[in-house]
């Protein structure tokens, strides 16, 4: 099956400043990769997706890029804030609609 | 917010019980899934439903069986609990590629 992991497992940012957070997929046929943020007692959110044909995509405060070359998927958050705090999980999609999650990355926001 | 539930949010059972986790949503979605987390940790497809009368299993070997005989009804259930199914199982389905996930039921089994 697809492979998703992420580079780092915990991420410490001053509130205020940008944080990045990497992933690395190996299913180069995936079409459809999502970030998820997962507070504590809580089921994933969805945060931002973005499609294979696209290179970045942004939401409000987020951004996603996709380096396709070297199967890397990227989530920033601007100006990180406190209620950032969560673990935050990157998936790819299948064409058969099925999800494979990397292992997460922390994020701890210090104020 | 999703309309996606999950009963019961938390369960402590002895070995060798018979357990049944549920899971309901109200958003008419034909595609539901059941994915297993250990704290911290990747989740694991354990099975999936395209729509009433479909269920597949995922990648990740498990000893529960689902059903869906109703659309917005996807329960789970372990014959007999063993402390090796001591995990977080989530419910989510999906619609368009969207996934939204109910809150998790934390199972410790003793």
């Known amino acids: 099956g697809e492979s998703v992991g992420l580079h780092l497992p915990t991420l410490s940012v001053q509130e205020g400043d940008n944080s990045i957070i990497n992933c690395a997929y190996s299913n180069s046929a995936s079409d459809y990769f999502i970030w998820y943020k997962q507070e504590s007692g809580k089921g994933p959110q969805f945060i931002i997706d973005?499609?294979?044909?696209?290179d970045k995509r942004q939401g409000q405060r987020v951004t996603v890029l996709l380096n396709k070359t070297v199967k890397h998927l990227s989530l920033q958050i601007a100006a990180t804030q406190p209620g950032d705090s969560a673990v935050y999980f990157c998936?790819?999609?299948?064409?058969?609609?099925?999800?494979?999650f990397g292992s997460g990355t922390k994020l701890n926001v210090k104020p | 917010e999703a309309d996606i539930y999950q009963t019961p949010r938390y369960l402590v059972i002895g070995t060798g019980k018979k357990i049944t986790l549920e899971c309901s949503q109200t958003m008419g979605h034909d595609k539901m899934y059941w994915y297993q987390q250990d704290p911290g940790m990747e989740l694991h497809l354990i099975h999936y439903s395209y729509g009433v009368n479909s269920t597949e299993k995922g990648d990740l070997s498990s000893e529960s069986t689902v059903s869906r005989i109703r659309t917005e009804h996807f329960p789970l259930t372990l014959e007999s609990a063993r402390p090796s199914h001591t995990s977080q199982y989530l419910c989510a389905s999906t619609e368009y590629n969207e996934q939204f996930f109910g809150p998790g039921t934390r199972l410790t089994v003793l």
């Open positions: 973005i499609r294979s044909n696209m």
């Open positions: 998936a790819e999609m299948n064409n058969f609609n099925k999800f494979y």
